[in-house]
């Protein structure tokens, strides 16, 4: 029978709430997740788990083995915010102008430490489970790479990795698994467009570059309709636009625009990237311009291995009931915790944080100033945790006899 998805917040999860909006109220940007840091590292150590400290920079890494199995496997958590001026007005809304959680990565790190304290208390697995609390995950920081770069996966051998992360398009209660391909590649764009400054009344002896930006952002988005398959998934945004100062009579000597590509096949990467070379160098040329184009990709795709899903579905079936885990569409957003599945096997999931926020106050879009994570997702996301871990690191019937 599946466990209630929906349990009330009682006096065992307090701690574990208390942590969260301390940590919502003290948010930290990316790779300046000190205080953060310390707060993993002090709950860990108060549940007698193991703790590495200061990998990728301010990452913590908790360390529990049971039994004598070699088996092993990480759970992710990510732990810094965003730079958004926070709007809500409760008691635990943030205490630091242009930071705040926005996305719901403290309700994560209390999430996975809460799952830490309960498999600290049992002894109903054997193998070793390693409790990761990541920086750096948002705006292309890579925070995962950094890990990974600082000998994550060698000092801490593992055979799978699992992470989830909330969803506001759920219920509370539900999950969306996603096989395979799950979350789209991310690159950034600028294009800079040179030309020849001037009077606003002798545009003849000017080279305005101002016309040529506005052509190339229209042709831009014939890429997605004219070079790319029909099938192919891909999104071009142009979210950044300059040109010229305060004065009105004067025509600048630049422009530029700039925005984010997705898609998930390195293949669409490599045709976006090359057409918008082509039409940048085409059209400056055209009005007597030139043009520079810096393209970087970020994050790769998020793609989840077969056997390492099917274990979390698994899981999540178990303890949340069939009807409570839907498969849904991949999204183009993107998520750093695919550098990981890039060396490991494993799963990444997302857990519902329903239509309201655990306040009632605002809307919970993510990366919005009203958001604020939902606290009764935090025993929906402990239970999976647990249970993964249960399922995957099972002790011999000899143990359980």
Request: proline residues 6%.
């Amino acid at each position: 029978m599946a466990r209630d998805p929906l349990p009330a917040l009682d006096t065992n999860y307090d701690e574990i709430v208390a942590i969260r909006r301390d940590i919502h109220a003290h948010p930290e940007l990316a790779f300046k997740e000190s205080r953060t840091a310390a707060v993993v590292e002090k709950a860990l150590r108060s549940w007698n788990i193991k703790v590495h400290a200061g990998l990728g920079k301010t990452g913590v890494v908790g360390i529990l083995r049971k039994g004598n199995s070699k088996r092993a496997i990480m759970l992710r958590a990510d732990m810094d915010a965003l730079p958004i001026q926070e709007e809500n007005s409760f008691d635990h809304r943030s205490q630091h102008a242009q930071t705040m959680h926005a996305c719901g990565h403290d309700g994560h790190t209390a999430i996975l430490l809460g799952a830490a304290r309960e498999l600290a208390q049992l002894e109903s697995f054997d193998g070793t489970v390693y409790f990761l609390f990541q920086p750096a995950e948002e705006n292309g920081n890579a925070g995962a790479k950094a890990m990974i770069n600082d000998g994550l996966f060698e000092k801490f051998p593992v055979d799978a990795i699992y992470g989830m992360h909330n969803w506001p398009d759920l219920p509370v209660g539900k999950f969306g698994v996603v096989p395979g391909k799950m979350m789209a590649g991310a690159a950034k764009f600028k294009v800079t467009i040179n030309g020849a400054g001037g009077h606003a009344a002798l545009p003849h002896i000017a080279r305005d570059p101002v016309p040529p930006m506005i052509a190339l952002a229209q042709a831009i988005q014939t890429v997605l309709t004219r070079d790319l398959r029909p099938l192919d998934c891909a999104v071009i945004s142009i979210t950044q636009v300059a040109a010229g100062g305060a004065a009105h009579n004067i025509i600048p000597a630049t422009a530029s625009l700039g925005g984010s590509i997705r898609a998930f096949e390195d293949g669409v990467f490599d045709t976006i990237e090359g057409r918008i070379q082509e039409l940048a160098e085409s059209i400056a040329k055209a009005h007597r311009c030139t043009a520079q184009v810096e393209i970087t990709r970020s994050y790769p795709p998020l793609i989840n291995s077969q056997l390492e899903f099917e274990a979390a579905v698994h899981s999540l079936r178990a303890i949340a009931g069939e009807p409570n885990v839907e498969v849904i569409e991949p999204v183009m957003g993107s998520e750093d915790f695919s550098y990981y599945l890039q060396k490991k096997p494993g799963c990444f999931v997302f857990i519902g944080n329903g239509d309201a926020n655990g306040t009632g106050l605002g809307p919970c879009s993510l990366h919005n100033p009203n958001y604020d994570f939902n606290d009764l997702a935090i025993p929906v996301g402990v239970r999976y945790w647990c249970g993964l871990v249960e399922s995957l690191l099972p002790k011999s019937p000899q143990e359980t006899a």
